[in-house]
């Protein structure tokens, strides 16, 4: 059996996640599907970590075993004739047998992204979160730098406790503003259920001028849910890349 | 009575463009019904211009008379409360009684936009028109020079003649590519039915090598229809301002 390594993207306003659902649209069940029309015998889609309804892949990995001998170079291609227009293979590899897309994932960049301008952008609206306040970005810039590091994240992690252990550490944090966009860039060796969204649903509070700066230290080493800001909604949310040492 | 002009954005993605027509759901009667649920006499809007099924305008122009008494810097967030989110008001002013927002239109800028990158772009793909080839945008650049000025467009209009007179002024026409998308910018001061379309249609057959550079100027002289390109997909099309002179 070939291991087949896919890099996908897709609009996930019209999925209900990535995971298999019985009833409801999923990119898992998506992609299964049109791998299976290519022939072959039934492959089982391993991403590098769920995304949530809503939420967008710019960069998704998934690997598969199959049996399917379609050279590499055409695969993509192959695919994507039987994927419907919201998801799109970019790129396809033949990888090494022991490679798994979820374990041996090292890091992974999400991107949220707000629009603050007066009335919201047609074009945008089911890529992004609108907030009809103009938010001070100094200000939640200087604020996240605190969450940068190793540090336990249960504020910013919803249900808690999903996991052993919730002590995360963020590499790379960056927020920006391109005229009424503002992108929120996360990068981390690993993310807690709504980890982002709760992160930039607390810098927004911070944007408004709802809290000081210095209310998002105090946030994180309170690890109590209840203190952080709302889960951001997951229309402006983004999985860019997931990084793998190879 | 007031007279009320308004610019207005929408993703023409889920219309049947801006007329109303019994039974579809156009931007017309959407945005009639709006203002009809503020209260006051039942408005006609009466835009630039009809924009088709799924063209999208960045900034559509219309006025319509109206009693209401609202006053003007409230005007366009009350309606946008009652607007579904594929349509927004972007700014609302009192005009002279005189002014009519089809006739007196000067001039109309609209933009083409093509995605030419290896797959689609699942997040543009209801907004611009793909091609998997790779574009020439230079030879595109110097075949559409042939198109500006004052000439008979007979050969860019669908079901010609629609019109008195095919013949119209374009003041400016540009093809730029940033990345992996192109925009092709028009400014007359007419359109003909589907003339836009037509000539980025027939751009792009330019672009993919199909045509020389000089058959566009050649397809004018023609005032022939049959001898354009095709009449590029809607979706990439964008009506993006209206200028009056004021």
Redesign the interface.
């Given at each position: 059996m070939r291991n087949i390594c896919l890099t996908l993207?897709?609009?996930g306003s019209d999925f209900s996640g990535w995971q298999t659902q019985p009833g409801f649209r999923t990119v898992q069940e998506t992609l299964e599907t049109a791998v299976a029309r290519l022939g072959g015998s039934a492959i089982r889609a391993n991403a590098s970590g769920r995304t949530d309804a809503g939420v967008?892949a710019v960069g998704q990995v998934v690997n598969f075993y199959t049996d399917l001998t379609i050279p590499i170079d055409k695969l993509?291609k192959a695919i994507?004739a039987y994927l419907p227009?919201?998801?799109?293979?970019?790129s396809a590899e033949d990888v090494p047998q022991s490679f798994d897309a979820n374990r041996d994932a090292k890091c992974k960049l999400y991107r949220y992204v707000i629009h603050d301008g007066a009335?919201?952008?047609?074009?945008m609206?089911r890529?992004c979160c609108h907030t009809r306040r103009r938010l001070d970005v100094t200000a939640m810039a200087r604020a996240s730098a605190s969450l940068l590091g190793r540090h336990d994240f249960h504020s910013f992690e919803t249900e808690w406790p999903n996991r052993m252990s919730s002590v995360r550490t963020i590499m790379h944090l960056e927020v920006r503003r391109m005229d009424d966009l503002i992108w929120l860039d996360v990068e981390a060796d690993g993310f807690l259920y709504n980890m982002v969204r709760a992160i930039a649903g607390t810098l927004m509070n911070v944007g408004r001028g709802y809290w000081p700066e210095s209310e998002v230290a105090s946030i994180l080493r309170a690890e109590d849910r209840r203190r952080a800001g709302p889960t951001a909604p997951a229309q402006g949310l983004f999985l860019m890349r997931v990084t793998y040492e190879r």
């Amino acid at each position: 059996m070939r291991n087949i390594c896919l890099t996908l993207s897709y609009d996930g306003s019209d999925f209900s996640g990535w995971q298999t659902q019985p009833g409801f649209r999923t990119v898992q069940e998506t992609l299964e599907t049109a791998v299976a029309r290519l022939g072959g015998s039934a492959i089982r889609a391993n991403a590098s970590g769920r995304t949530d309804a809503g939420v967008h892949a710019v960069g998704q990995v998934v690997n598969f075993y199959t049996d399917l001998t379609i050279p590499i170079d055409k695969l993509a291609k192959a695919i994507n004739a039987y994927l419907p227009p919201d998801v799109v293979v970019r790129s396809a590899e033949d990888v090494p047998q022991s490679f798994d897309a979820n374990r041996d994932a090292k890091c992974k960049l999400y991107r949220y992204v707000i629009h603050d301008g007066a009335v919201p952008d047609v074009f945008m609206r089911r890529h992004c979160c609108h907030t009809r306040r103009r938010l001070d970005v100094t200000a939640m810039a200087r604020a996240s730098a605190s969450l940068l590091g190793r540090h336990d994240f249960h504020s910013f992690e919803t249900e808690w406790p999903n996991r052993m252990s919730s002590v995360r550490t963020i590499m790379h944090l960056e927020v920006r503003r391109m005229d009424d966009l503002i992108w929120l860039d996360v990068e981390a060796d690993g993310f807690l259920y709504n980890m982002v969204r709760a992160i930039a649903g607390t810098l927004m509070n911070v944007g408004r001028g709802y809290w000081p700066e210095s209310e998002v230290a105090s946030i994180l080493r309170a690890e109590d849910r209840r203190r952080a800001g709302p889960t951001a909604p997951a229309q402006g949310l983004f999985l860019m890349r997931v990084t793998y040492e190879r």
